[in-house]
């Protein structure tokens, strides 16, 4: 096992855990690239549920067995099994389902990361999931199996690294104007203003938003609206309910407008997702 790679093993004698995961941080030249590669196993039979919550991740998932079930927004139903797919950002609750056969990697992508390594407008990957075929063309489907025939966790993150890396070499650079912007709303902690970022680029606010959802999948507001969202969710941990201070802290105007926004982008009113976490 390398020195990069942190095991989260589950021991499946708890009957409350069922899962191996193993997590890598990226080589240094993948950094604001890739944020991490996991790899997810489950060592037990069962039906089981998580939420994910708006987020900044964009996931290239590969799997070698069953498939998930997954709703965006919805609890999933038969017809919403993925197995191998990248998933573009969505401003909203993620229910994911599984069944105690499920064992993949996945490669979690920065925004900008994904615009370079899909070659595509990260516009045609925006709330939904796109089948790795689709996504990667025959590239995908042969990093799928070399995947699948490697020894261990570590040979298979390996490879990853080597396929994101070949991919990046003949990637095409992204617009200045559009990494800086997207730098700058998440250094603002999502307060600054749209009106501002596109004069400072000297571009008007709808070209802004037009080549902004080109290259990240959502226009600047609504990342603006996850920034926010996700520093909330952070200080919630830190601050038990003091939902009033956290939503001057995090920008929003008053605290129904933190409710509002977590009823969108996480399905749950603030103490009803603190509950739950």
Known sequence: MSDETERHRQDNRSPALHFEMVRRKPAGT??????????????????????????????????????FAIGLGHTPSDNDRYASFAAGLYAGPVMIESFGAACCVQVNFTPLGARRFFGLPMSELRDRMVGLDDALGLDGMALRERLGEASDWDARFDIAECFIASRLAEANALSPEIAWA??????????TRIAALAGEIGWSRKHLAAKFTDAIGIGPKTLSRIVRFNCALSLSKQQDDD???????????????????????????????????
Do not use: K, N
Request: net charge negative.
């Open 182 to 191: 997207y730098r700058t709303v998440i250094a603002s902690g999502g307060r």
């Open 243 to 277: 939902w009033a201070g956290i939503a001057a802290d995090c920008g929003y105007a008053d605290q129904a407008h933190l409710v509002r926004e977590f009823r969108q982008l996480a399905g749950e009113t603030p103490t009803g997702l603190a509950a739950s976490m």
């Open 30 to 67: 993948l950094a604001g690239i890739v944020t991490d590669i996991c790899g997810y196993r489950e060592i037990r039979p069962g039906h089981f549920r998580i939420v994910e919550y708006a987020s900044l991740t964009v996931p290239l998932v590969i799997s070698f067995a069953e498939a």
